[in-house]
């Protein structure tokens, strides 16, 4: 069986290639550059925001380096193909997919699909999703869990890819991790590195079976944008929480609900 996984460059996308790598089920892979993972604060901020913002970067750097491992280097694939943000669309990678004719294809952490590149990808294609659907789909959605007081919320969620963000038949899905003074960076790390390792079990599920069962999201739920986040959202966290949010949780202080996850025997 032939995956070919394409995804960004920062160290959890090394770690899933890594993974991926190591069991054999790595045929070919497109690496999508990605943005900064640290950025400068915007000038307008007052002097307590910035600080905020600035702490919340560097714990989420600190984070990934320290649950994804800093010492994981770019994994030797020689079939290959290195993009820009932006390029997932263009003609060299729609080339690059149907040359290599892969019976998977895996996204994780890529632009979104347009038809072109859907209508010459194979019919298992599925993305990797750091959160949980339907109540967090888009982006930032390990953020907006703790933002919303519900840690429990933050998870990993492998669907099938649709015309609509994150909206896919849902294969797979793990929950939070919620261990006692983990800040938020910790939180979202040590629950997506468990959603990645149930990747490898499910290709060897299907592997086994030729097929897959997928359960259809029967809501809409809530598509978060870019544009919904700002740096003013920090102060609940950092300020009001001291980045102790899970803590809170664990000691009984928020609403105990948890959600119903989808999973495969793996």
Known sequence: MKVLLATGNHPRHKYLIRLLKETGFLNAIIIEKRENFIP??????????????????????????????????EVDIENRLEIL??????????????????????????????????????????????????WYKGTITHFWPSYHLQPQYTGCTI?????????????????AVLEYNDGLHQLSCKSLKIGLEAIVPLLNLISKSKSIKAV?????????????????????IYGLYEDKIVNAYLEGELVQSKPQLIQQKI
């Open 159 to 175: 669907h099938y890819i649709n015309s609509k963000i994150d909206a896919g038949a849902i294969i797979h899905q793990t929950p």
């Open 216 to 236: 259809n999201q029967k809501t809409t739920g809530k598509l978060w944008l870019k544009k919904d986040w700002t740096p003013q959202h920090l102060k609940l």
């Open 40 to 73: 400068s604060p915007p000038e307008n901020l007052d002097n307590i925001t910035k600080t905020y913002f600035l702490t919340h970067f560097e714990e989420r750097n600190q984070a990934e380096v320290e649950v994804f491992d800093s010492k994981i280097n």
């Open 85 to 134: 943000p932006g390029e997932i669309n263009h003609q060299k990678t729609i080339d690059f997919v149907a040359k290599n004719q892969p019976d998977i294809l895996i996204t994780f952490g890529i632009g979104i699909l347009h038809r072109n590149f859907l209508s010459i990808a194979p019919k298992e294609i599925w993305n990797v999703h750091g959160g949980l659907s339907p």
